[in-house]
């Protein structure tokens, strides 16, 4: 999926080569077409790059060496995170073929936990330009600045305001680290073109005190806007959106929990979009549970569900997991009344004051307190009282399960199945060892941050990680090759069960609900495939009726390959 000067042709022996018109160090810094000491003798004739390169030219496996040893001499997780960043600005092709090589071990660099601490110190340690920086101040005018790239080549946008970023909350203008990192997600896993994506970060100033304090700080330099004036820029920036990148698909990202739904909810029949907090998150989980259910030879309909953490990425969860059951044949009520959901003031009812609208929907009643004698239910209340056997942490307090809620949960299921799903590490809600030893090894569990397989009483548990990036890269790219003008709730539901088939019998031997992320490339195929085969499916009128969906899909995946430049 490459455009303008990107694009591949061939010669007249059907041989691949690339049309280029860049020359000399304005080639050298173009970090989509630099080859770096991998440019031939004759295209160093050809684009004058004579005397700016070491004479000796390097294969691109020699350089991959290179580039790896320079990975592990870093002496942290922020300075390797650091590397991989100042390469992926001088040499994307490099980049990805890197991490293509090395996906357990970089994927966690990239993106989370590290990207985290990455934004918290993101003014101290920029680096180089990458993406759009969206105030007030430019937001009427984006089609200036989107003259200053191929606008209409643009497929894919991560957007974020940076509020709610991952557990740590509001980075101001540091959040832009989540954008590329989701982006280099999408072409790892998924092969869209990096010249197809763009990071955008809106700046509408941070209520994050240590920022406003520090003289560093790159961004405005105020208090958030909010309300009205909140509304209007989103209106101004969704406008400039449909108008200057019209071809693109345009995901929210890391957004306050009310600013979420909102924007999900007043701009998903507007232009292709999806917010993957709530959607991505609720599909990857709604996945795991379906591969413990099989584990266990049950169905999603005969389980009990706790969310813990009724934020963005907690009711995305319950509105996945409910989906999830109705497409098993459940009655629609019959599978909300099987979620519970909680949040600061405990047990979600409908008899508060003040109920947030995207709660609603799961709220029980009132009278179910009194029956318990309480008047705000915790954690314990609720184990105590109902039958749950699926506990789900999406609450980012860290250490908040206990053995005692694990023991509780075995009272009703062998198998419970228990994912502290909060990034990042820090505040996820309980060690996989710990949950093993509280369970005596009879949980199933699955987490949100990467963690090492844990060894208790003989057998060895890989734990899974329930990864967005099992998702969004497949969705995105059905919904670019589709054109696809909304991203309906359903095509996550359908992600989520093609992500389950991912999932192999060993990998469920070895209490495992989710595939190696080392697989990242075909399962994002597998996904993709899936949801494209769901979308021509509900469509008579089509274009790609009758084609090998499969194949379209892989047509559209980029490799990154070093191929021939013709100077033109």
């Known amino acids: 999926m490459a455009t303008g000067q990107y694009l591949l042709w061939k010669d007249a022996q059907g041989e691949d080569f690339r049309p280029v018109s860049l020359t000399g160090t304005n080639l050298l ?18 684009f004058e790059l004579d005397g700016l390169l070491p004479p000796q030219v390097q294969t691109f496996e020699a350089q991959l060496e290179r580039v790896y040893e320079a990975f592990l001499s870093a002496c942290s997780d922020m300075e390797k995170y650091q590397n991989l960043r100042a390469l992926q600005d001088r040499n994307e092709t490099l980049f990805y073929a890197l991490l293509s090589r090395h996906v357990e071990e970089m994927t966690p660099i990239i993106y989370t936990p590290t990207v985290g601490k990455a934004c918290q110190e993101f003014s101290h340690r920029y680096q180089k330009a990458r993406g759009l920086y969206i105030t007030q101040h430019n937001v009427d005018d984006m089609g200036s600045l989107a003259r200053h790239m191929d606008a209409k080549s643009v497929r894919i946008i991560v957007v974020t305001d940076s509020q709610g970023i991952l557990g740590i909350g509001d980075q101001g203008v540091g959040g832009m680290g989540i954008p590329i990192g989701k982006l280099s997600l999408y072409t790892l896993a998924a092969g869209i073109h990096p010249a197809c994506c763009l990071p955008i970060a809106l700046d509408v100033g941070t209520d994050n005190q240590a920022l406003l304090d520090d003289p560093m700080y790159l961004g405005q330099p105020h208090r958030r806007i909010r309300g009205k004036e909140y509304d209007d820029f989103i209106d101004k920036f969704v406008a400039g959106v449909k108008r200057h990148f019209p071809n693109a698909v345009l995901q929210w990202e890391d957004f306050s929990k009310s600013n979420a739904f909102n924007n999900l909810s007043r701009y998903q029949q507007a232009l292709p979009s999806f917010n993957d907090d709530i959607q991505g ?55 909300r009344d099987r979620i519970y959901i909680m949040d600061t003031q405990g047990l979600v009812c409908d008899n508060r004051e003040e109920l947030d609208e995207y709660k609603r929907r799961y709220a029980k009643p ?21 039958p749950i056997t699926v506990l789900l942490g999406t609450s980012g307090s860290g250490g908040a399960f206990k053995e005692e809620h694990i023991q509780l949960m075995l009272e009703h299921s062998d198998h419970p199945m228990v994912f502290p799903l909060s990034n990042p590490t820090a505040n996820c809600e309980a060690l996989p060892e710990d949950i093993y030893r509280w369970s005596q090894g009879r949980a199933i569990v699955a987490t949100g941050s990467p963690f090492k397989d844990v060894h208790f009483e ?26 696809i003008r909304e991203i309906s709730p359903d095509i996550f539901t359908t992600a989520a069960f093609a992500l389950a088939e991912c999932v192999n019998e060993a990998d469920l031997a070895r209490g495992s609900v989710y595939p190696r992320i080392s697989d990242l490339r075909n399962i994002s195929v597998h996904v993709a495939t899936a949801v494209l085969k769901d979308i021509v499916r509900r469509d008579p009128f089509h274009p790609l009726i009758g084609q090998d969906l499969q194949q379209h899909i892989l047509s559209h995946m980029w490799e990154p390959v070093y191929l021939p430049y013709r100077r033109v």
């Open 458 to 483: 003989g057998q060895d548990y890989r734990i899974g990680q329930g990864n967005n990036v099992f998702i969004f890269p497949g969705v995105g790219l059905a919904a670019i090759v589709s054109q």
């Open 366 to 386: 009132g009278l179910l307190l009194a029956q318990w004698g309480v008047q705000r239910a915790c954690l314990n209340d609720i184990l105590r009282h109902v």
């Open 29 to 46: 810094n173009d970090r989509n077409l630099n080859k770096g000491t991998a440019f031939t003798e004759q295209e160093r004739a050809d």
């Open 281 to 335: 998150t609720g599909a990857v989980v709604l996945a795991g549970i379906i591969g413990a259910v099989k584990s266990k030879n049950e169905t999603l309909g005969q389980q009990n569900y706790l969310v813990y953490g009724a934020g963005a990425g907690g009711v995305g969860v319950a509105d996945q997991i409910c989906a999830g059951m109705i497409r098993e044949g459940l009655d629609p009520q019959a599978a």
